[in-house]
């Protein structure tokens, strides 16, 4: 609470200035050194070798800079997150104290009878509810606590990241990170999407990477950056594949890696409704596009659970909320398409398929979708719209789609 975290732009500043250096230090390189084997008047097998030699030094000053800018940027990041933290903290103490609460270095809060009145004291000794108010600010410190410590960590897995060789040298010897990311959830959501793909390909995940898959969506569900890095990382088959893993893991699982794995689940349809939010994104066009490919598709044919990637989407958003009304209407308008184009397309075959169905399966996702877009009256209000249904009706459809209300009401 007390650390100056100033240092952190002072510190950016001076990763500035070398990332300056390093290219003032390049050019001086690339015209007085580089060039004597570049500039045709050294031939031969030495000649050769220094052209190679060179370019790779070049290179690697390239991406010296690229590394330095980068970790200036994250610390800027990091200052930016973690003043913002400490001010709610420092307010939400000064709260607690304000309602009578005294604080302890480990965030508890007790009532602090020595400030208070006799006559406040004694309705506070004589108080049922006492307890309940206590813990409800000791909560709330906590929480804030809990989003310090993990932005401390977001910060130290994308400083981390930036500073490792983006290769091996044909030399032998590591070199600077070329690729160096300054968006700290940027660098959280591809670190999510590896631990996603390891559950799509190896079926399970040690203890220490479900808790950081736990970590990286609470830090993050309001990260627009983060979401859609992880959902465009993964895809959307790569996606819809997760979340079937999840929910197959969930219902194998029992106790405390059960309520995990529900966890990581809802992290995900959060982060489905923060990267679906802004419908002139060019994300939003790509992954609406790329869902329209697999909708109809079985995901996974080895899977226990072979669903088409509509349901598997559905299902997921079915975990969460907060989805944008765009995307409900245009995913609506998709489904009924899907169904047009492929009439029956829900009633897959028996044996394994879904002759028995799991519980957790929107095995009819426009209805499913009909169920989320109720939750919200101005959604559902324009997913099922008469006023624009009579417009539209005037006019000729455009080719395999039809309105919700027109395509849902009885013949």
Wanted: zero cysteines.
């Amino acid at each position: 609470m007390t650390t100056d975290l100033g240092l952190l732009t002072k510190a950016a500043e001076k990763w500035d200035k070398a990332a300056k250096d390093f290219e003032t230090v390049q050019r001086a390189y690339d015209g007085q050194v580089r060039n004597i084997a570049t500039d045709g008047s050294w031939t031969g097998m030495a000649s050769m070798s220094a052209y190679t030699a060179g370019k790779v030094t070049y290179e690697q000053y390239t991406a010296a800079a690229t590394e330095a800018r980068a970790v200036a940027s994250l610390l800027r990041d990091a200052h930016a997150q973690f003043t913002e933290l400490r001010g709610k903290l420092k307010n939400e103490v000064a709260q607690a104290v304000d309602a009578g609460m005294k604080v302890s270095d480990d965030g508890t809060a007790r009532f602090d009878f020595e400030k208070a009145t006799e006559a406040l004291a004694d309705a506070a000794r004589h108080d049922p509810d006492l307890h309940t108010t206590e813990s409800h600010w000791t909560q709330s410190i906590g929480s804030l606590v809990q989003a310090f410590d993990d932005a401390d960590q977001g910060v130290k897995l994308a400083l981390t990241a930036a500073v490792k060789s983006s290769g091996i040298l044909g030399t032998g010897v590591n070199g600077f990170n070329a690729k160096a990311e300054g968006d700290i959830e940027k660098v959280e959501g591809r670190r999510e999407a590896q631990l996603a793909a390891k559950l799509n390909t190896t079926g399970h995940l040690t203890a220490g990477e479900i808790t950081e898959m736990k970590r990286l969506f609470r830090d993050n569900e309001e990260s627009k950056e983060f979401s859609q890095t992880l959902l465009d990382s993964l895809g959307p088959k790569g996606t819809l594949l997760f979340t079937n893993h999840l929910n197959e893991s969930m219902e194998e699982a029992v106790g405390a890696t059960r309520s995990d794995f529900d966890s990581i689940g809802k992290g995900l349809a959060t982060s489905l409704a923060t990267a679906t939010r802004s419908p002139d994104s060019p994300f939003y066009g790509k992954w609406r596009e790329g869902l329209r490919k697999v909708g109809t598709e079985v995901v996974d044919s080895r899977q226990k659970v072979q669903v088409r990637g509509y349901q598997s989407l559905v299902t997921l958003m079915a975990r969460g909320d907060g989805y944008s009304t765009k995307f409900i209407t245009d995913l609506g308008d998709d489904l009924i398409a899907a169904e047009k184009h492929h009439p029956g397309v829900w009633d897959m075959p028996g044996g394994k398929n879904l002759a028995h169905p799991p519980h957790w399966l929107a095995t009819d996702p426009l209805d499913s979708l009909l169920g989320i877009a109720a939750r919200d009256p101005k959604t559902a209000e324009r997913f099922l719209d008469p006023k624009q249904m009579r417009q539209e009706a005037e006019q000729s459809y455009s080719a395999g789609r039809n309105k919700a209300l027109t395509y849902l009401r009885p013949n």
